[in-house]
């Protein structure tokens, strides 16, 4: 019997496309996008960012080093989230209403910046207990440390969890955790496997 739901935030709940974010930091650096990607990614630092190694003012430094030009920190955490796309990709009420039922965890690969945004402005997430962030837990998935805190925060045998990630790796992850996992396709797939599970809402 489930106790506890586990969702990924990213192309899970909600969808976003990096190339808006290369696209206006390029307009406000002068570079072309494929070349603001090419030095994002040219080290370890958005995987330090995403594992709590550095924090967001030391994030926003570095990057601005790499691109060369000075931003203003708000409009920087701005462009930095301007990725995520307007619509769930699974409906509120949906998940509201199993949250009405079931204990609710966030767990998601993610960084203070993106985080802090998203919290404040989709109300999606109000419908969470607990949220496992990997910034903060410091470790990602798929390390065992932050399944281990996913199970901590769930209150529950890992037997009775479900937990749901767009990518494979991440739900190989979660099952070797003992957690009951399924790689994420849509809303309606999702419904089928938690009614499957005897999930009800």
Known sequence: MLRTL??????VLISF?????????????????????????????????ES?????HEFHRRVQALLETPIAYEQFCEVWSSIFLPDTLIPEPLIAALHA??????????????????RTTRTILR????YVL????K????????????????????????FTDDIPAYVEGAKLAGIDAVQFQSAEQIE??????????
């Open 127 to 130: 419908h969470f207990d607990a």
């Open 139 to 162: 470790a990602m998935k798929p390390s065992p440390l932050i399944y281990a805190k996913a199970i901590e925060e769930a209150r529950c045998a890992p037997a009775e969890c479900f």
């Open 17 to 49: 496309d990096f190339q808006r974010g290369y696209t206006l930091m390029g307009e406000l650096c002068g570079l072309p996008s494929a070349t603001v990607r090419e030095r994002l990614f040219s080290g370890s630092l958005v995987t330090e960012y």
């Open 52 to 56: 709590g190694q550095i924090g967001n």
């Open 101 to 118: 039922k079931y204990r609710m965890v966030l767990l998601s690969n993610t960084n203070g910046i993106h985080f802090e945004g998203l």
């Open 134 to 137: 990997s910034h903060e837990v």
């Open 6 to 11: 586990i969702f990924d935030l990213g192309r």
């Open 192 to 201: 089928a496997e938690l009614r499957a599970r005897g999930v009800d809402w």
